[in-house]
Protein backbone atom coordinates (compact mmCIF):
# COMPACT_ATOMS: atom_id res chain seq x y z
CA UNK A 1 0.00 0.00 0.00
CA UNK A 2 1.83 2.74 -1.34
CA UNK A 3 1.70 5.84 0.89
CA UNK A 4 3.80 9.63 1.19
CA UNK A 5 6.34 9.50 4.23
CA UNK A 6 7.30 12.27 6.36
CA UNK A 7 9.71 12.73 8.49
CA UNK A 8 10.32 13.95 11.42
CA UNK A 9 6.69 13.51 12.52
CA UNK A 10 7.11 15.63 15.46
CA UNK A 11 9.78 18.62 15.54
CA UNK A 12 10.34 21.10 18.69
CA UNK A 13 12.53 23.63 18.44
CA UNK A 14 13.87 26.96 19.71
CA UNK A 15 13.70 29.86 17.89
CA UNK A 16 16.49 30.74 15.59
CA UNK A 17 17.14 27.47 14.55
CA UNK A 18 16.80 25.93 11.33
CA UNK A 19 14.22 23.19 10.72
CA UNK A 20 14.29 20.93 7.55
CA UNK A 21 11.63 19.13 6.97
CA UNK A 22 11.23 15.97 4.48
CA UNK A 23 8.76 13.79 2.03
CA UNK A 24 8.85 11.09 -0.26
CA UNK A 25 5.99 11.09 -2.79
CA UNK A 26 4.63 7.35 -3.74
CA UNK A 27 6.63 6.29 -6.44
CA UNK A 28 5.33 7.75 -9.60
CA UNK A 29 3.78 10.47 -8.72
CA UNK A 30 5.22 13.77 -10.27
CA UNK A 31 3.29 16.38 -8.45
CA UNK A 32 4.43 17.62 -5.06
CA UNK A 33 2.25 19.66 -2.76
CA UNK A 34 3.51 21.08 0.73
CA UNK A 35 0.21 22.55 2.79
CA UNK A 36 0.82 24.57 6.52
CA UNK A 37 -2.31 23.54 9.08
CA UNK A 38 -3.07 25.69 11.73
CA UNK A 39 -5.62 26.58 13.97
CA UNK A 40 -6.47 30.23 12.92
CA UNK A 41 -5.49 29.76 9.07
CA UNK A 42 -6.91 26.65 8.59
CA UNK A 43 -4.58 24.72 5.29
CA UNK A 44 -2.55 26.88 3.34
CA UNK A 45 -0.68 26.12 -0.16
CA UNK A 46 2.88 26.93 0.74
CA UNK A 47 4.84 25.25 -2.48
CA UNK A 48 3.40 22.95 -5.94
CA UNK A 49 6.08 21.13 -7.45
CA UNK A 50 5.58 18.74 -10.59
CA UNK A 51 8.20 16.91 -12.20
CA UNK A 52 10.52 18.65 -9.65
CA UNK A 53 10.34 22.12 -11.11
CA UNK A 54 8.60 24.92 -8.86
CA UNK A 55 5.44 25.64 -10.29
CA UNK A 56 3.80 28.00 -7.77
CA UNK A 57 5.48 28.90 -4.55
CA UNK A 58 3.74 32.10 -4.00
CA UNK A 59 2.27 31.10 -0.51
CA UNK A 60 5.59 30.59 1.20
CA UNK A 61 7.12 33.25 3.06
CA UNK A 62 10.15 34.02 0.78
CA UNK A 63 12.39 35.28 3.70
CA UNK A 64 12.70 32.18 5.58
CA UNK A 65 10.71 29.36 3.69
CA UNK A 66 12.21 27.59 0.51
CA UNK A 67 10.90 24.23 -0.43
CA UNK A 68 13.06 21.74 -3.10
CA UNK A 69 12.98 18.28 -4.83
CA UNK A 70 16.78 17.12 -4.99
CA UNK A 71 15.51 14.34 -6.59
CA UNK A 72 11.58 12.48 -7.87
CA UNK A 73 12.18 10.57 -4.69
CA UNK A 74 12.71 13.58 -1.84
CA UNK A 75 11.14 16.91 -1.03
CA UNK A 76 11.97 18.99 1.33
CA UNK A 77 10.98 22.54 3.09
CA UNK A 78 13.34 24.21 5.22
CA UNK A 79 12.54 27.30 7.85
CA UNK A 80 15.65 29.49 8.78
CA UNK A 81 15.19 31.06 11.11
CA UNK A 82 12.02 29.52 12.79
CA UNK A 83 9.72 31.52 14.34
CA UNK A 84 7.20 30.76 17.03
CA UNK A 85 4.30 31.53 14.26
CA UNK A 86 5.71 29.13 12.25
CA UNK A 87 4.70 26.46 14.90
CA UNK A 88 1.66 24.46 12.43
CA UNK A 89 1.08 20.91 11.14
CA UNK A 90 3.11 20.80 7.88
CA UNK A 91 1.75 18.49 5.43
CA UNK A 92 3.16 17.11 1.96
CA UNK A 93 0.68 15.37 -0.59
CA UNK A 94 1.30 13.56 -3.54
CA UNK A 95 -0.05 13.21 -6.85
CA UNK A 96 0.16 11.74 -10.38
CA UNK A 97 -1.75 14.92 -11.77
CA UNK A 98 -2.98 18.22 -10.04
CA UNK A 99 -6.14 16.61 -9.34
CA UNK A 100 -5.51 14.04 -6.87
CA UNK A 101 -3.77 14.58 -3.90
CA UNK A 102 -2.39 11.66 -1.29
CA UNK A 103 -1.42 13.53 1.56
CA UNK A 104 1.29 12.06 4.09
CA UNK A 105 1.22 12.05 8.25
CA UNK A 106 2.39 15.94 8.83
CA UNK A 107 5.21 17.05 10.71
CA UNK A 108 4.06 18.71 13.76
CA UNK A 109 6.28 21.98 14.49
CA UNK A 110 6.62 23.43 17.34
CA UNK A 111 8.83 26.86 17.66
CA UNK A 112 9.70 27.78 21.65
CA UNK B 1 -11.65 36.51 -1.36
CA UNK B 2 -12.62 33.19 0.40
CA UNK B 3 -12.75 30.61 -2.46
CA UNK B 4 -14.38 27.82 -0.29
CA UNK B 5 -17.13 28.15 1.70
CA UNK B 6 -18.07 25.57 3.90
CA UNK B 7 -20.98 27.43 6.35
CA UNK B 8 -21.34 24.63 8.85
CA UNK B 9 -18.81 24.26 11.86
CA UNK B 10 -20.32 21.20 12.66
CA UNK B 11 -22.87 18.90 12.37
CA UNK B 12 -24.18 15.64 14.10
CA UNK B 13 -25.57 12.92 12.31
CA UNK B 14 -27.42 9.32 13.76
CA UNK B 15 -25.51 6.41 13.28
CA UNK B 16 -27.02 4.67 9.68
CA UNK B 17 -28.33 8.16 8.43
CA UNK B 18 -27.52 9.70 5.28
CA UNK B 19 -25.53 13.16 6.17
CA UNK B 20 -24.92 15.98 3.65
CA UNK B 21 -22.02 18.55 3.97
CA UNK B 22 -22.07 21.92 2.16
CA UNK B 23 -19.53 23.14 0.35
CA UNK B 24 -19.64 26.67 -1.98
CA UNK B 25 -17.14 28.03 -4.06
CA UNK B 26 -16.28 31.13 -6.29
CA UNK B 27 -14.16 30.87 -9.35
CA UNK B 28 -14.65 32.22 -13.18
CA UNK B 29 -12.58 29.85 -14.34
CA UNK B 30 -14.00 26.96 -16.40
CA UNK B 31 -11.93 24.54 -15.85
CA UNK B 32 -11.39 23.63 -11.99
CA UNK B 33 -11.73 20.13 -9.53
CA UNK B 34 -13.54 20.09 -6.28
CA UNK B 35 -12.57 17.98 -3.81
CA UNK B 36 -13.64 16.25 -0.61
CA UNK B 37 -11.00 15.29 2.40
CA UNK B 38 -11.67 13.47 5.67
CA UNK B 39 -9.55 14.59 8.92
CA UNK B 40 -10.21 12.32 11.76
CA UNK B 41 -8.59 13.08 15.35
CA UNK B 42 -5.56 11.26 14.06
CA UNK B 43 -4.75 13.74 12.21
CA UNK B 44 -4.14 12.45 8.76
CA UNK B 45 -6.10 13.89 5.51
CA UNK B 46 -7.55 11.14 3.69
CA UNK B 47 -8.85 11.71 -0.39
CA UNK B 48 -12.61 11.01 -0.57
CA UNK B 49 -13.66 12.09 -3.96
CA UNK B 50 -13.26 14.33 -6.88
CA UNK B 51 -15.58 15.82 -9.43
CA UNK B 52 -14.20 18.14 -12.48
CA UNK B 53 -16.17 21.21 -13.27
CA UNK B 54 -16.57 19.40 -16.52
CA UNK B 55 -17.82 16.33 -15.43
CA UNK B 56 -21.86 15.48 -16.79
CA UNK B 57 -22.09 12.83 -13.65
CA UNK B 58 -21.80 13.59 -10.16
CA UNK B 59 -18.92 11.76 -8.81
CA UNK B 60 -19.37 8.94 -6.56
CA UNK B 61 -16.81 6.75 -4.60
CA UNK B 62 -18.93 3.73 -2.47
CA UNK B 63 -21.12 5.93 0.64
CA UNK B 64 -19.27 9.01 -0.46
CA UNK B 65 -21.29 11.07 -3.66
CA UNK B 66 -20.57 14.79 -4.55
CA UNK B 67 -23.51 16.73 -5.14
CA UNK B 68 -22.08 19.08 -7.95
CA UNK B 69 -24.57 21.66 -9.14
CA UNK B 70 -22.60 24.07 -11.75
CA UNK B 71 -25.08 26.75 -11.47
CA UNK B 72 -25.40 27.39 -7.76
CA UNK B 73 -21.47 26.61 -7.45
CA UNK B 74 -22.00 24.07 -4.48
CA UNK B 75 -20.06 20.89 -4.51
CA UNK B 76 -22.50 19.31 -1.22
CA UNK B 77 -20.63 15.75 0.07
CA UNK B 78 -23.26 13.25 0.93
CA UNK B 79 -22.65 10.62 2.90
CA UNK B 80 -24.84 7.43 3.20
CA UNK B 81 -25.52 5.10 5.89
CA UNK B 82 -23.21 6.84 8.39
CA UNK B 83 -20.71 5.05 10.31
CA UNK B 84 -19.23 5.89 13.78
CA UNK B 85 -16.45 5.71 11.79
CA UNK B 86 -17.34 8.72 9.84
CA UNK B 87 -16.60 11.11 13.00
CA UNK B 88 -14.32 13.56 11.59
CA UNK B 89 -13.11 17.64 10.36
CA UNK B 90 -14.05 17.50 6.74
CA UNK B 91 -12.73 19.88 3.86
CA UNK B 92 -14.04 21.10 0.91
CA UNK B 93 -11.52 22.61 -1.49
CA UNK B 94 -10.92 23.38 -5.30
CA UNK B 95 -8.03 24.03 -7.52
CA UNK B 96 -7.74 26.53 -9.69
CA UNK B 97 -4.86 27.14 -12.16
CA UNK B 98 -1.54 26.65 -9.49
CA UNK B 99 -3.62 27.45 -6.66
CA UNK B 100 -5.48 25.30 -4.29
CA UNK B 101 -7.97 26.42 -1.75
CA UNK B 102 -9.40 24.41 1.59
CA UNK B 103 -12.05 25.39 3.03
CA UNK B 104 -12.62 26.08 6.79
CA UNK B 105 -14.17 22.71 7.14
CA UNK B 106 -17.20 20.75 9.02
CA UNK B 107 -17.06 18.94 12.07
CA UNK B 108 -18.76 15.58 11.70
CA UNK B 109 -19.64 13.67 14.98
CA UNK B 110 -21.77 10.17 14.11
CA UNK B 111 -24.10 9.31 17.60
CA UNK B 112 -24.49 5.85 18.32
Known amino acids: DARVTQTPRDKVTEMGQEVTMRCQPI?????VFWYRQTMMQGLELLAY????????DSGMPKDRFSAEMPDATLATLKIQPSEPRDSAVYFC??????????FGPGTRLTVL | AQKITQTQPGMFVQEKEAVTLDCTYD???????LFWYKQPSSGEMIFLIY??????QNATEGRYSLNFQKARKSANLVISASQLGDSAMYFC?????????FGTGTSLTVIP
Open chain 2, 27 to 33: TSDPSYG
Open chain 2, 51 to 56: QGSYDQ
Open chain 1, 93 to 102: ASGETRNEQF
Open chain 1, 49 to 56: FRNRAPLD
Open chain 2, 93 to 101: AMTGGNQFY
Open chain 1, 27 to 31: LGHNT
